[in-house]
């Protein structure tokens, strides 16, 4: 689970159709890249569009399945050390309008 809370003012309005580029990277490895309807996960957090003004948006997500688990427990020999998915996953969502005008930029390192 991860808890996401973002802040910010939006100057014009969003309306339906704006979409968000989103790419996660596990160190320089892509693990996911993809376009997503930014109004439809608005209204996953009873945030409609048109977007408008100051918002904050909090949100726990649950990890993609992409994202390797980390290893726990003991390591019973070399290689078993070696096997580990602990690190830096580098989120960056691009933000526009349905008129392909961008709205904002997000990046944000997560380490696990």
Known sequence: ML?????GNFTHKVEDG???NLSVKYGLIR???QRTDLCE???NIDEPCPLEGFKTVTKDVELPKEI???????RRCL?????????KYTVLADV???GNEKVTCL??????
């Open 41 to 43: 996960q608005m209204k």
């Open 107 to 112: 990046q944000a390192e997560v380490h696990f």
């Open 18 to 20: 704006a979409y968000i």
């Open 79 to 87: 290689w078993a050390s070696l096997i580990r998915f602990q690190g």
């Open 31 to 33: 693990i996911i890249n």
């Open 96 to 98: 526009y309008t349905k």
């Open 68 to 74: 390797p688990p980390v290893r726990k427990g003991k």
């Open 3 to 7: 808890s996401i809370e973002a802040k």
